[in-house]
């Protein structure tokens, strides 16, 4: 019922600069939280950075300064700009729609979604 869509992964070199998108669609309502998290080979999924609709940020400390998350809260759309890229940052990075309402013929419903994820890789 709802669908994101992760873009803008690929291949780049240390230090450079990659920029990711995430479109949700569907019969959305409204999401308070749209976020970033990635997984590392043989590491656990772990929180890359957060936007509320309020535009409250939190961002992982790892990423702090480098990476800037951002948000369309009309097209339900978020945005990750990674700067200063680092090979510790190789990772499938996946979108995430949280605190999301939904229209159904019964009204409001409560969603959690996740993207299928777009990889990011960087060479030293």
């Known amino acids: 019922q709802v669908q994101l869509v992760e873009s803008g992964g690929g291949l780049v070199q240390a230090g450079g600069s990659l920029r990711l998108s995430c479109a949700a669609s569907?019969?959305?309502?409204?999401?308070?939280?749209m976020g970033w998290y990635r997984q590392a080979p043989g590491k656990r999924r772990e929180l890359v950075a957060t936007?509320?609709?309020?535009?409250?940020?939190n961002y992982a400390d790892s990423v702090k300064g480098r990476f800037t998350i951002s948000r369309d809260n009309a097209k339900n759309t978020v945005y990750l700009q990674m700067n200063s890229l680092k090979p510790e940052d190789t990772a499938v990075y996946y979108c995430?729609?949280?605190?999301?309402?939904?229209?159904?013929?019964?009204?409001?419903?409560?969603?959690?979604?996740w993207g299928r994820g777009t990889q990011v890789t960087v060479s030293s």
């Open positions: 995430n729609a949280d605190k999301g309402k939904l229209v159904t013929s019964k009204g409001l419903a409560d969603f959690i979604s």
């Open positions: 569907g019969n959305i309502f409204s999401i308070i939280v």
């Open positions: 936007s509320t609709s309020g535009g409250s940020t």
